[in-house]
């Protein structure tokens, strides 16, 4: 398994993730359309929080249950514990050293009608295409 680097702009917080990279989500939600984010989820296994948790600020809205992780220096948003999957993470691929995003194949997520978007990528991914 490979890991990856990253950091926000400033690099008061820095990550790492081991796994594969092939593939990205892109939200329309209100945030991550803001945000102009490129996903990759991973689990807490494989990810580690290489800088110190004071450097991070969190950002809940609507349900809480999404934890949307900033640096409180430079404001850019590295990781997330998204609504799907709050015990898990998903890292923004913008902020990941060598991704070149414009090569990944990318999923459009339809945040903007959450709920149903969510059943359909669930189902999905039951059914073993995600």
Known sequence: MT?????????????E??????VAIECNC?????????????????FRLLS??????????????????????????PFSHPRIAPSGWVVNLRCVDGVDVSKLKVFPFDGHHWEDAARQFLQARAQGAG
């Open 52 to 77: 110190d948790e004071a450097e991070l600020g969190v950002y809940r809205f609507g349900t809480m249950t999404a934890s949307h992780y900033f640096c409180t220096t430079c404001g850019v948003s």
């Open 3 to 15: 890991t990856h680097q990253g950091s926000c702009h400033c690099g008061r917080v820095s990550f």
């Open 17 to 22: 993730f081991e796994g594969e990279i092939g």
């Open 30 to 46: 209100s945030i991550c359309r803001r945000k102009g984010a490129l996903w990759h989820g991973t689990d807490d296994a494989h």
